[in-house]
């Protein structure tokens, strides 16, 4: 099972709603929150991403990379994310957010930065609903794909077998037609893609390629 979810980070902030009607083969729509602490950058917030919720066609897998997740994160399960996913570095208490994210009704993901080892997180595995392990450093779309992370995401990938547990394994940053099948090679199963998806004439091709990609046998 491969899925293909399609950041719009890279997409035209003022016309957002046309850009989510071009993804429709999309899984979900992968929607970046940053606050400018967390990471150097500023994206949108609550008000924001509902109204993206409203319109989108495809169901929302929320990153969020901000400070204060204790507080903010909730939020978006209320909302009615499919997915929210926080840095592990943002609470204190992992676990209690999961639940909770779980208790609204979302899926609960946790992020690992380049940085960030996997170690501590591999026996809470059933807490969560999803590993996104990130492929470069958050806070900025084009950045070039980071192989240096493939051995982490490979023994998050044989925890998660070991313990039989249904947890997504996600990888975003500089995965494009190359890079995809390097990350599906370690084990990923869940693709962001902002560029990728929206670089060119036709972002839906572009999911199509991307996962015909991913579901390729590897060589
Ligand atoms: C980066 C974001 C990514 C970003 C990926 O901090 O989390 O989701 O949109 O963009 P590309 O695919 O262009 O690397
Ligand atoms: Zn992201």
């Known amino acids: 099972m491969v899925r293909i979810n399609p950041s719009i980070l890279a997409a035209d902030f003022v016309n957002l709603e046309r850009d989510l009607q071009r993804i429709p083969s999309a899984d979900f729509v992968h929607v ?3 606050d400018n602490h967390f990471v150097p950058n ?3 917030g609550l008000q924001m991403v509902g109204r993206i919720q409203d319109v ?4 929302l897998d929320v990153h969020l990379m901000i400070e ?3 507080r903010w994160a909730p939020e978006y399960a209320r909302l009615g994310a499919y997915s929210v996913t926080f840095h592990a570095e943002a609470t204190e208490r992992p676990v209690d957010l999961a639940r909770t994210l779980r208790s609204l009704g979302a899926r609960a993901g946790i992020a690992l930065k380049p940085g960030t080892a996997a170690d501590g997180y591999l026996d809470l595995l059933a807490e969560f609903d999803q590993v996104l392990v990130m492929t470069v450093e958050p806070g900025f779309g084009g950045q070039s794909f980071m192989e240096s992370t493939m051995p982490k995401l490979q023994r998050v990938r044989e925890a998660v077998d070991a313990a039989g547990v249904d947890v997504w394994l996600q990888v975003d940053g500089g995965v494009d037609l190359s890079t995809i099948t390097i990350a599906r090679d370690a084990g990923a199963d869940t ?3 902002g560029s990728a998806v929206y670089g060119g004439a036709d972002p839906d ?3 199509a390629e991307l996962r015909a990609a991913a579901t390729g046998h590897s060589h």
């Not at 989108?56 to 169901?59: D, F, G, Y």
Request: hydrophobic share 55%; no cysteine.
């Open 32 to 34: 970046d929150v940053m």
């Open 191 to 193: 693709f962001v893609a």
């Open 56 to 59: 989108s066609p495809r169901p």
């Open 42 to 44: 500023l994206t949108f």
């Open 68 to 70: 204060d997740v204790d």
């Open 205 to 207: 091709l572009r999911i």
